[in-house]
Structures are given as structure tokens and as C-alpha cells.
């Protein structure tokens, strides 16, 4: 089962109506707004006293949500009687992809999306919540001795399960003191807000499509890029044209853009994506699915004079490859790459749409990126069936390939 509630109207944590029965594994997503309703104690009766796998974390937004900040609230749910594979992987290395993130596994495709910063919400930087299942333990059997009544067995059980969890907790603390100490050298550890999910393949067929729906309007054409180094594109060229300026040509379309009167408002900042491609794409190819496609936000650039002239600044997505530039720059590696093709695009926001079904990841615009009628719209109750999903502020990782486009969504379609 998938299901995405929004704007719930009641103000407690309610299982979805008619779940499959006996459910062995529940993912759940919420909204920071929601995040206070992520404690244990809470969400424990979800567990099936033990034979169900329960796992919940709060991300920024939710699939199907508008574009708005301090009102959308809500859950989705994945309820599955298959057993999920949760793991929690050493944290991600500097500079990767983000290391506070949930990565979901599907076949051969991995979608990483960042956790929400809930620290105003509940204190913490994080929130996630794990109750694993207990089903596979061994059972604690005694048999009573003559003269020994049942309740006496039952409290001697609790007993040694209180023992057992008690040694457990004292042996945690005392390699805690001694890695504080030095007598224990530290080691690498779980990320605890690092998380591997390996969804049901029972739900997804072998050859599940991705697809990506990106909110962009075409504003340049593709360009073969000349000149560049790291994340600085240089010089672009097109068949009739010599060599110039990467931002000539954009900084005329951006004006044609803005004064059209097909442009009914504009954000307080608008976003311009370059789609970088190592060859000349075609107009039916997916713009972020399409083999070896990557669209990078441009930072800044434009103007300048000398050598400093047409220079653009594109998001190298990662510290590692803003590390990789500086270390490798004279080889020019990097995001720009001589040969390649450039075009460029702008976003314009949308509202959410509830019409995608499956597994759905997507990027919410941030606050400084919203139009003042979006900010704090209240929305009635929508439950969406067959969605699943969450959405980040830095956008979702495909692979490698990071997709922050301001409403862009990727989703890969499922049977229930």
C-alpha cells in the first residue's frame, strides 16, 4: 500500500484504512510540521507488538504538496507484508552525496533524498525513528517448577529481558568512556542519519521506468562548449557562430524572458539551469534521464570585462568535486567539459501536482525562492492513493546525478 495524506485534519497519527494484512514492514515520511509525532512511544502501536518493522524519518516536503512553507503538513506511507531491508551504512564520506539522508534502492537505481532540519521542530538536527521487528528473535521459553505459579514465570521472563537490555546499555557506555579517554580508538560507526532502504522488488517490475518531470522553459539552444575548466564554463559556439562568451547569449534571453508579456510573475530570484550533454541532444530526449544528461543550477557569472568576460559559475553539486577542481585544475577536470553541449533553461514554479502515482522524489523551491501569494496558503485534507514519496529543499540524487530544479519531480511507477 501506498498512501500520501496531506493537511491532515486530525491531529493524531492514524494507520491508512484497510492495510495489507499482516503487515511486515512500514516506511513513513512526514513533514517537519509533523516531526514532534515521530517519538517511539508514539508510534510503537504501529509495530504489531513486535512482528512488524517500522521505520519513520521527516524530510521537507511531501509528492503532490504546493509550493509552500509553514503550512503543508502531512504523512506518506508505505505498507508492504514483505520484509524491507533497512540499513544504516557508515556515514557518507565529505563531500558525497548528502550524508543526513535516506537513500531508497530499486533494481539497479538508488534515490537519495536529504532529511529535513527539524532542530526547531523537535531540538534535534535530525528526526528518525527505527523499531525493528522482533519476530525473528528467539523466544524466551521457561518451564515452571512444580509449586511455580504462571505470573511468577512471566515476571522471572521480564526480568531477564530487563537484565539482558541493562548489559547492553552498560556495555555501549563503557566503550563510550573509553573511545572519550583514548583507551579505545574510535571507530568507524553506523551514520545514524544514514539510511539504506531497499524497497520490495515484488511491487516493482524488472525494467521500472524512471522518468522526470522538470518544471524548465527552454531559453537557449544547445551550444558546443569551447572553453572551460572545473565548474567555470568559459566560451560556447554553435554552427554559425564563432566562439563567445558563455553568457552572451543567456543574458539576452533572460531580458527576452522578462519582458515578455506570456511571463505573468517572477520570483524574487530566478533560477537558471545549464543541461550539460556529451553530445548534441535531441528534441525528444529526457532532459535529466537521457544517458550522460546532468543539469547544474548557474551560480553566477554574466558581464564582467578581460579575461573575466562571459565567464559562468555552475553548482558543482558536491564538496568532493569542488575539491576535485582546485586539486585537478590545470587537467581540467570537472563539471565543464570541452566538446560537450550546453543549453539553458529557467524555472518556473508550479503548482503540486497529485496525479503521480508510484514512488515519487522531487525538489521544493526555498523560501527566498517563492512568489509572497504561495507563502503560508492553507490547503484542505488530500489523500492521494498509491503515492509514495518525499521531496528536499537540495533536491534528490539519481545515482550520482543530483536533480534540484525548484517542482521537479523522478518517479519510477509500482504495483500494489
Not at 281 to 290: I, S, V, Y
Request: hydrophobic share 40%.
Amino acid at each position: 500500500m501506498l498512501r500520501t495524506v496531506l493537511n491532515p485534519r486530525s491531529t493524531k497519527l492514524v494507520l491508512p484504512v484497510a492495510p495489507p494484512s499482516p503487515p511486515k514492514s512500514i516506511i513513513l515520511l512526514t513533514t517537519p510540521q509533523s516531526a514532534r509525532k515521530l517519538a517511539k512511544e508514539d508510534l510503537v502501536f504501529l509495530s504489531n507488538n513486535g512482528a512488524c518493522d517500522v521505520f519513520a524519518a521527516a524530510v521537507d516536503s511531501l509528492p503532490g504538496a504546493q509550493h509552500t512553507t509553514g503550512s503543508t503538513q502531512g504523512y506518506s506511507w508505505l505498507i508492504t507484508s514483505h520484509s524491507i531491508p533497512i540499513k544504516f551504512p557508515p556515514t557518507a564520506a565529505a563531500g558525497a552525496i548528502p550524508a543526513k539522508s535516506l537513500s531508497f534502492s530499486l533494481w539497479s537505481k538508488k534515490f537519495t533524498l536529504p532529511l529535513a532540519n527539524t532542530l526547531f521542530h523537535t531540538g534535534s538536527r535530525t528526526t528518525i525513528v527505527h523499531i525493528p521487528a522482533e519476530e525473528n528473535e528467539i523466544p524466551v521459553t521457561i518451564e515452571a517448577a512444580e509449586g511455580v505459579s504462571p505470573k511468577e514465570v512471566e515476571e522471572f521472563a521480564q526480568a531477564q529481558q530487563d537484565i539482558k537490555e541493562a548489559w547492553e546499555e552498560l556495555g555501549e557506555l563503557m566503550k563510550l568512556v573509553g573511545q572519550r579517554s583514548g583507551v579505545v580508538p574510535p571507530t568507524k560507526g553506523h551514520g545514524k542519519d544514514c539510511i539504506d532502504i531497499i524497497l520490495p522488488s515484488a511491487h516493482f517490475p524488472a525494467d521500472a521506468k524512471v522518468d522526470a518531470h522538470l518544471p524548465l522553459k527552454q531559453l537557449t539552444f544547445p551550444r558546443r562548449i569551447e572553453a572551460g575548466m572545473g565548474n567555470i564554463l568559459k566560451q560556447t559556439s554553435s554552427e554559425t557562430n564563432t566562439p563567445q562568451g558563455a553568457s552572451r547569449e543567456l543574458e539576452k534571453a533572460v531580458l527576452d524572458y522578462i519582458s515578455s508579456p506570456s511571463t505573468t510573475s517572477l520570483s524574487e530570484k530566478l533560477s537558471i539551469f545549464a543541461r550539460l550533454t556529451p553530445h548534441s541532444p535531441t528534441a525528444h530526449e529526457d532532459l535529466f534521464t537521457a544517458p550522460g544528461a546532468r543539469i547544474h543550477r548557474v551560480l553566477s557569472g554574466g558581464g564582467g570585462w578581460g579575461n573575466k568576460a562571459g565567464l559562468l559559475s555552475l553548482d558543482p553539486q558536491s564538496e568532493a568535486q569542488a575539491q576535485g577542481f582546485s586539486n585537478n585544475f590545470e587537467l581540467g577536470e570537472g563539471v565543464v567539459k570541452v566538446g560537450e553541449h550546453v543549453q539553458f533553461f529557467i524555472a518556473e514554479q508550479r503548482g503540486g501536482d497529485d496525479s503521480w502515482r508510484g514512488v515519487v522524489f522531487g525538489c521544493v523551491p526555498k523560501v527566498e525562492e517563492l512568489v509572497d501569494e504561495q507563502r503560508g496558503k492553507e490547503e484542505e485534507e488530500v489523500v492521494i492513493a498509491g503515492l509514495f514519496g518525499g521531496a528536499s529543499e537540495e533536491g534528490v540524487w539519481v545515482g550520482d546525478r543530483k536533480m534540484d530544479v525548484p517542482g521537479g519531480v523522478v518517479n519510477a511507477l509500482v504495483t500494489e
